[in-house]
């Protein structure tokens, strides 16, 4: 950033400049008061290379948007590529080892991905869908969506994230109703049922009830929900001994 300022160029403005001067200067404050100076100041020191980085991501999506979508797109499709098939290997070795029921569980203990947790893939990959749009070629950005759809809804499911579902939903939807509301009228026809009509209808059905099947018993887990109340009271707690800066 200094560089190219001294090099003359036009830094990126945004309406959240402000903003994010604003958290990192809390940030700051509550740093230079913690209890402990060194775990603080690595987290502050991440905290500014993060909100560092939005200038930089600006200047090269503006100066190489394909080539910068591509580089950031595809290695991550790569690792996320490789924890699905890790998370599919285990499972398939559940099923080896002779495990009791039909289904496996959701969640295996002792899973984790390059990103962390297993929980984490299907948001990065969710925010990445819109880098696919600065890929002019439309090959390449045809190929890369399927790409991230292919990997990503198998590890969508396998994440066992209920916050992860429900954002791959809502984003479904929200994508799903202008594409509807263009084909209203093939969808309200009333036409004779073909035989393709009955295989799409009789799949959608299958892939909703294994979706069922398999999200069923996380639905009705509570244990995560245990730990979040208990880490909040516990944050709370923290957070009393301090009331002004945390």
């Not at 190929?143 to 209920?162: D, I, K």
């Not at 929200?174 to 509301?181: G, S």
């Not at 245990?226 to 009331?243: E, M, Q, S, V």
């Amino acid at each position: 950033i200094a560089w190219a300022a001294r090099r003359g160029m036009a830094l990126p403005r945004t309406r959240v400049d402000l903003p994010i001067l604003a958290l990192l200067a809390a940030f700051a404050l509550a740093t230079a008061s913690a209890q402990n100076p060194g775990v603080s100041l690595s987290a502050m020191a991440a905290i500014a290379g993060t909100a560092a980085m939005l200038p930089v991501a600006l200047v090269v999506l503006d100066r190489r948007p394909a080539a910068a979508a591509l580089t950031i797109a595809l290695p991550v499709l790569a690792l996320a590529a490789s924890s699905l098939v890790e998370l599919v290997a285990r499972r398939v070795a559940w099923y080896a080892a002779g495990a009791p029921g039909l289904i496996p569980p959701v969640r295996l203990p002792g899973e984790s991905t390059p990103f962390g947790s297993v929980a984490v893939p299907p948001f990065i990959l969710l925010a990445l869908v819109p880098l696919t749009l600065l890929v002019p070629d439309g090959l390449a950005r045809r190929a890369t969506q399927v790409a991230m759809l292919v990997v990503g809804l198998p590890l969508t499911v396998l994440s066992g994230s209920r916050s992860a579902w429900l954002a791959i939903g809502v984003t479904a939807a929200i994508l799903a109703v202008p594409i509807a509301w263009r084909r209203r009228g093939m969808l309200l026809s009333r036409g004779r049922w073909t035989a393709r009509r009955v295989l799409v209808a009789a799949g959608v059905l299958a892939l909703l009830g294994a979706g069922v099947a398999i999200a069923a018993p996380r639905l009705t887990a509570v244990t995560s929900l245990i730990y979040r109340g208990n880490l909040w009271r516990d944050t709370l707690a923290a957070w009393l001994t301090d009331p002004l800066l945390g």
